[in-house]
């Protein structure tokens, strides 16, 4: 009696070729979820500066409170090496000094613009707003608004 013995043959490379194709995908959608991951990573930066922005301004403003309403005024990010110590010595008052200083730091926004209102010489409400259209597909600005008092 002989046996026939009968081989599967073929579903080997199947089984192989839908694993590959599984597992493409699967990569694929990881690198959608680190590209979409250094996005919002980006983005919670630039937040994080503003609100340190802010906080810098602000504490500035509180160690000049007799002068507060100087710091009153819409101002964009300058750029170059303008310390507090060199606005001050070309004889700027303590207030444009700070504020010079502090439009240098504004540049570590992209087209980082700030508004600075004080009401009644203790209530500060300030608007940073930046450019995020780097980390969208379309232009988006954002902006932080912080109200504190003095």
Known sequence: M???R???QGFTLLEVMISALVLSVGLLGLAGLQGVSLKMSQGSYLRVQAVNLAY???DAMRANVANAASY???FTAITGNQTFATAYSSGATVAAADLTAWRNHL???PS???TIVVTGGTTVTMTITWDESRLEESGSSQSF???TQL
Do not use: D, P, R, V
Request: glycine share 10%.
């Open 2 to 4: 002989t046996a026939h």
């Open 6 to 8: 009968h081989f599967q």
């Open 56 to 58: 810098e301004i602000t």
């Open 72 to 74: 009153n005024g819409t």
């Open 107 to 109: 540049a570590y926004l």
């Open 112 to 114: 980082g613009t700030s």
């Open 145 to 147: 608004t912080f109200t």
